[in-house]
């Protein structure tokens, strides 16, 4: 797609989290705030959750980049650990230290001083796990006694869970009650409502260097916020489709048209037998003209000429009349 058709200065509507074009609505905006109040408390665990899509690493990233230049940042993004060691190598690579060939206790031995040396340096640690309600029981305990670690002032790291839907349930087993006394703050994301949507997809638009009001339609806005859930990632993916197959269809505004076809490609909209496939070449109608010859069926059938003796009069064959054309 050639985004300089529409007079944008780089691609919109990206797969993966852009702090850059983050449009700040009422949750997103608490989330953040629930992460931030929690770090200034001196850390402990936040959890935050919400259906897949609507923006839950987007706002810890931007959390991240809001924070001092000398904080300590631990991503781990794919939190599938199915034994505690795995964890703390997880934990060990990010930081940059040796990971292998070590047994789980020296492992976590190596942990546990990184964590206090951060802590003796006055450093804050923040660690983030991604995919949190993949987490099984044993590392959770884990996770639990690396937050008792702290100094008389405040805790050795802040950990942010953040997970799907799952994540909630996973810390409300009693099996979790022990980690779930401990978390400091909670945060949930929900799919945006329809004017949210709509104000979603413009802000993307203007933070590429588009003029959105020039972009787009309120019709076609309309048909995005209704048919995507309002799940941001999903208003990404049937956005970018829709400029996509406007720029090849030369169009300089994307209306209604382009995002049906991206609707009904992605299987977000069914098309009924009666419908004509949208954004496709339209056929030619012919242009009547006097040298217009009819076809059989074009002409309806009328009363049934009376007999008359003699022979037939000759007349002149006129042109038919101006045909309705639907």
């Known amino acids: 797609m050639d985004f300089a058709h529409f007079g944008l200065a780089r691609r919109p509507f990206r797969p993966t989290p852009d702090t850059d074009a983050y449009c700040p609505t009422a949750l997103h905006e608490a989330a953040g705030s629930v992460l931030t109040r929690t770090y200034a408390d001196g850390g402990g665990v936040a959890v935050l959750d919400g259906e897949p899509g609507t923006g839950k690493t987007l706002v810890v990233l931007r959390f991240l980049e809001s924070l001092p230049a000398a904080t300590c940042r631990i991503l781990l993004q794919a939190a599938k650990f199915s034994r505690p060691a795995d964890f703390f190598q997880a934990i060990l690579f990010d930081l940059g230290q040796p990971y292998q060939g070590m047994s789980e206790q020296e492992l976590r031995l190596a942990v546990y001083s990184e ?3 951060a802590l003796a340096r006055e450093q804050a640690v923040v660690l983030f796990i991604d995919e949190a309600q993949n987490l ?7 996770i639990r006694v690396l937050g008792n670690l702290e100094s008389k002032d405040s805790k050795a790291l802040l950990v942010i869970l953040v ?11 009693p099996e979790s009650a022990s980690f779930a006394q401990r978390i400091a703050a909670r945060a949930r994301l929900s799919p945006l409502v329809r004017e949210e949507s709509v104000r979603y997809v413009r802000h993307q638009l203007r933070e590429c260097g588009g003029r959105p009001e020039w972009l787009i339609n309120d019709e076609a806005l ?3 916020a209704e048919h995507t859930g309002g799940v941001p990632r999903v208003l990404n993916r049937v956005s970018l489709l829709a400029f996509a197959l406007a720029s090849a269809a030369g169009m300089k505004e994307v209306d209604a048209e382009p995002v049906i076809d991206a609707l009904i490609q992605l299987e977000l909209m069914s098309v009924q037998p009666d419908e004509q496939p949208p954004l496709g070449p339209k056929p030619s109608r012919p242009k ?3 040298e217009y010859e009819p076809e059989e069926a074009d002409i309806l059938p009328g009363p049934a000429p009376r007999p008359i003796s003699g022979p037939s009069p000759k007349k002149s064959r006129k042109p038919p009349g101006k045909r309705n054309v639907s």
Not at 136 to 142: D, N, S, Y
Not at 163 to 173: C, D, M, P, T
Request: hydrophobic share 40%; net charge negative; no cysteine.
């Open 222 to 224: 309309t048909l995005l």
């Open 115 to 117: 964590m206090l040396n």
């Open 288 to 290: 009547l003209s006097e």
């Open 136 to 142: 099984t029981a044993e590392v959770l305990e884990e």
């Open 163 to 173: 997970g799907q839907s799952g994540l909630r349930e996973l810390l409300n087993k």
